[in-house]
């Protein structure tokens, strides 16, 4: 079986995407769980600048 040099390439990729992504979503979470508590977020929520991302990104 011969495989191109380019489909290789992009079946490496695919693999590491697939075998990555639980490491870069961990990653992604803990930074949004530590902006959660900041007080510019929290002023942000005060004046009603964060309306519906408050809903999915900044409310527990």
Excluded: C, H, K, N
Aim: no cysteine.
């Amino acid at each position: 079986m011969v495989v191109s040099t380019r489909a290789v390439f992009w079946l490496r990729v695919g693999l590491l995407a697939v075998v990555a992504w639980p490491y870069v979503a961990r990653g992604v979470r803990a930074i949004v769980a530590a902006e959660r508590g900041r007080e510019y977020t929290l002023a942000a929520i005060a004046v009603g600048a964060i309306t519906r991302a408050r809903r999915v990104v900044v409310d527990s």
